[in-house]
């Protein structure tokens, strides 16, 4: 059973045409909630962490926010150069040395 | 730039061959990961490392096997190569405090024919 889920897989927009991506976890217990950004042929590069319900974090055109089950990561107007996969990731059953990662989703913003 | 580097970063072999891929940090972090990345399954934890000598297994590890002699390198060998193991490489550090957020290298891809 998948512990974190991402949706939607894929995700088009128009340049400033708001939007959200979602994060639903399973894990108990968290201790922490990663969003990445990952460009093509490059590494994830981090975002932001949110610790607990409630918490809010911004950068530049988005905002993430946090709940007792999901994240949601918020894109205001964006622009091409959001085109991206963004990715999420929760400390494991395990421990927080051992990140599980949602599948992703492609975010394509069109001119 | 969490100062991680991999090498190679493209690497295309043949079924049956050792490979070891290389990561190399400068900040003197203890903690390093491999992930597998592959479409439809996100990334993956292949191993980590808790120190000098200190590894432990993460999801799919079976295939792989790590060694860190030096804080700075963390290697991942695949000691006979399968097609199935043709994937991006990712090496991470874990470096946030408090909450331990991790930072990923450049990756490698590799090619088993």
Known sequence: EDQVTQSPEALRLQEGESSSLNCSYTVSGLRGLFWYRQDPGKGPEFLFTLYSAGEEKEKERLKATLTKKESFLHITAPKPEDSATYLCAVPGEGGSEKLVFGKGTKLTVNP | ?113
């Open chain 2, 1 to 113: 730039d969490a100062g991680i580097t991999q090498s190679p970063r493209h690497k295309v072999t043949e079924t049956g061959t050792p490979v070891t891929l290389r990561c190399h940090q400068t900040e003197n972090h203890r903690y390093m990961y491999w992930y597998r990345q592959d479409p439809g399954h996100g990334l993956r934890l292949i191993h980590y490392s808790y120190g000098v000598k200190d590894t432990d297994k993460g999801e799919v590890s079976d295939g792989y096997s790590v060694s860190r002699s030096k804080t700075e390198d963390f290697l991942l060998t695949l000691e006979s190569a399968t097609s199935s193991q043709t994937s991006v490489y990712f090496c991470a550090i874990r470096a946030g405090l408090p909450y331990n957020e991790q930072f990923f290298g450049p990756g490698t891809r590799l090619t088993v024919l």
